[in-house]
């Protein structure tokens, strides 16, 4: 029995060549056209299989997941891993550096992901250098033979800085080092990091690709099959793996990820525009695109705090990539490093009327100044 070859078929084979993203969302990842075949991949509640097949055990494999995994790949354009949540596929990466390896991570970045790195520093397991992410120059000068593994995340959370990732992912193969790109705010749809040269994407596929706010689920996907074992044989022994219900959630909900970012991304263009015209606010951070806008309140933390206290149809919530829109002042977590500004509340801009989102969020912002 083999713990690290994933050799269960995927079940739908590989779609056509050149289908465009949106078709791939909705086709990818179906059992097979055959009459009374069910249209969706059932939910297989397992923890044990028949002897003598692939799977064996509910540890090493499940055909929902792997339905989950076909469609994110096809995305991707690699293969996925699923794992039970963004973090467990975040840790089965930094489970994989050598010991003592230098990691260049961004200075500002998803607390998770850096806490997990600077834990691990501290206990002597590898050694970090922090950098600015969008200032390219200081990530290839901080690149040298010393490094192992560059982190990336792009759009950063929450300041929203974009990476040049084609060109850092030269630099680092240059030096031998692989690079990972947390893609969870760009999603596919808007960003293919594999296409960019990164060897392993991450996801918590619990924003953007469940879209619905119910569900934990995260994934890794490469192109290269070698590296691909590696990390299944370390999502097998670690255990991390996903649920059945969740992946099967999560796939539904990625039936419609391109028209949630269409919608999401036309609201937060609209919506950043007017956020920059209006006195509450100092500073909009946003990259141009994506569903992802943050602001710097010019009456700075208090009025940070209070806003998400104020608006009505926006949830005051951390998490992020639900239909429906959501805001947090960031530094309100003990954990969010301090290259994130105290009067920055993050937005995550939902799918609703853009009026609507507007009206709420400009009246709340019309009390602080009034
Ligand atoms: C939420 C998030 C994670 C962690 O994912 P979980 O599913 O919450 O474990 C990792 N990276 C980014 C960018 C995130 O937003």
Redesign the pocket.
């Known amino acids: 029995m083999s713990t690290s070859d994933d050799t269960s078929p995927a079940p739908t084979g590989g779609l056509p060549d050149g289908l465009a993203p949106s078709t791939r969302a909705v086709h990818a990842g179906r059992p097979a056209h055959v009459p009374d075949a069910p249209l969706n991949e059932p939910l297989t509640m397992a923890s044990v299989y028949v002897a003598g097949g692939d799977r064996e055990y509910g540890r090493y494999g499940n055909p929902t997941w792997q339905a989950f995994e076909a469609a994110l790949g096809e995305l991707e354009g690699g293969d996925a891993l699923a794992f039970s ?6 840790s089965c990466v930094l489970d994989l550096v050598g010991q003592d390896a230098l990691v260049l991570a961004p200075d500002a ?2 607390q ?2 850096l806490t997990q790195i600077g834990d691990l520093e501290m206990r002597g397991r590898l050694r970090s250098r922090l950098v600015d992410v969008a200032d390219t120059d200081a990530v290839l000068a901080a690149i040298d033979d010393d490094t192992a593994l560059v982190w990336l ?1 792009s759009p950063t ?1 929450p300041n929203l800085d974009v990476a040049d990732v084609p060109a850092i992912c030269e630099a680092a193969h240059a030096a031998g080092a692989y690079v990972v790109v ?1 893609n ?2 760009a999603t596919p749809l808007l960003q293919k990091p594999l296409d960019d040269g990164a060897d392993i994407v ?6 953007y690709l469940s879209g619905h706010s119910d569900v ?3 994934a890794l996907v490469t192109r290269d099959e070698q590296l691909r074992g590696v990390l299944k044989g370390r999502r097998d022994l670690l255990g991390a793996v996903p649920g059945t219900l969740e992946s099967w959630l999560a796939l539904r909900g990625m039936r419609t990820l391109h028209l949630r970012v269409e919608r999401a991304c036309a609201n937060a263009a609209e919506l950043a525009r007017r956020l920059a015209e209006h006195p509450a606010v100092g500073l909009v951070r946003y990259p141009g695109w994506g569903a992802m806008v943050s602001v710097e309140l010019a009456a700075g933390a208090l009025a940070a705090d209070l806003l998400p206290r104020k608006t009505r149809l926006w949830v005051h919530a951390t ?3 639900g239909v429906e829109s959501s805001l947090e002042r960031r530094r309100r977590w003990a954990t969010e490093p301090k290259t994130v500004s105290d009067a920055l509340v993050r937005l995550s801009v939902g799918i609703e009327d853009v009026e609507d989102l507007w009206a709420d969020l400009s009246s709340a912002l019309d009390d602080l100044v009034g």
């Open positions: 949540s963004g973090l467990a596929a975040v970045a998803y998770g992901s995340e959370n947390d969870t705010f991450v996801h918590s596929a619990t924003k934990l689920l995260g998490s992020l990539g």
